[in-house]
């Protein structure tokens, strides 16, 4: 059973740098692309990015400038970092895994992880 | 950039109710569209992908349809369980973007 394990993000002040990463087991990074999403409290789910095990990626436009994932085959993990840092950033942050049917745009997220929530404050 | 655009926005219904909520593409996605189940403190969970195929294990009163720029989600008949938010994501475009979200109450 592949499960996806996230750490929790804590307090940020603006302006820092929020890093977050997702450990998957029974499974590889291999063959997949591997997303992130993000939640702020009581609204709705935001595509933040994903990148696959060759290290292809893809992002929201909107946070491109601001946004790094990055994959780690050998410990079977990935990565978000996002900088700068402000109170719009405060959210639930998940990570998943995205099944690839073929194709460019034939894709699911079959497994998440549990979310750990990002509070950004002064 | 792909907007995807529920509706309703929320609604009311009894258990038994057939519930029909409906995704709009604004501009033509084929069939790549997913639907998600949300309950309060989870993480979404998969129902349907490629528009209508049904993810192993989901029950059978889930179904969805469409293709272009027009889906739909149909619960056949509601259940308790069922009480959620429902998302659906498009991801024709590689930047894969969700509908706002249809909360789904008790009457």
């Known amino acids: 059973q592949v499960q996806l394990q996230q750490w929790d993000a804590g307090l940020l002040s603006p302006s820092e740098t929020l890093s977050l990463t997702c450990a998957v087991s029974g499974g590889s990074l291999i063959g997949y692309y591997w997303s992130w999403i993000r939640q702020p409290p009581g609204r709705g789910l935001e595509w933040i990015g994903e990148i696959n095990h060759s290290g292809n990626t893809n992002y929201n436009p909107s946070l491109k400038s601001r946004v790094t994932i990055s994959a780690d085959t050998s410990k079977n993990q990935f990565s978000l970092k996002l900088r700068s840092v402000t109170g719009a950033d405060t959210a639930v942050y998940y990570c998943a895994r995205a099944q690839n049917l073929g194709g460019r745009s034939n894709f699911y997220s079959d497994y998440w992880g549990q979310g750990t929530l990002a509070t950004v404050s002064s | 950039d792909i907007q995807m655009t529920q509706s309703p926005s929320s609604l009311s219904a009894s258990v038994g109710d057939r519930v029909t909520i409906t995704c709009r593409a604004s501009q033509s996605i084929s069939t790549f569209l997913n639907w998600y189940q949300q309950k309060p403190g989870k993480a979404p969970n998969l129902l349907i992908y490629a528009s209508s195929v049904s993810r192993s294990g989901v029950p059978s009163r889930f179904s969805g349809g469409g293709s272009g720029t027009d889906f739909t989600l149909t619960i056949s008949s509601l259940q308790p369980e069922d009480f959620a938010t429902y998302y659906c994501?498009?991801?024709?475009?590689?930047?894969?973007?969700f509908g706002q979200g249809t909360k789904v109450e008790i009457k």
């Open positions: 994501q498009q991801t024709y475009s590689s930047f894969r973007t």
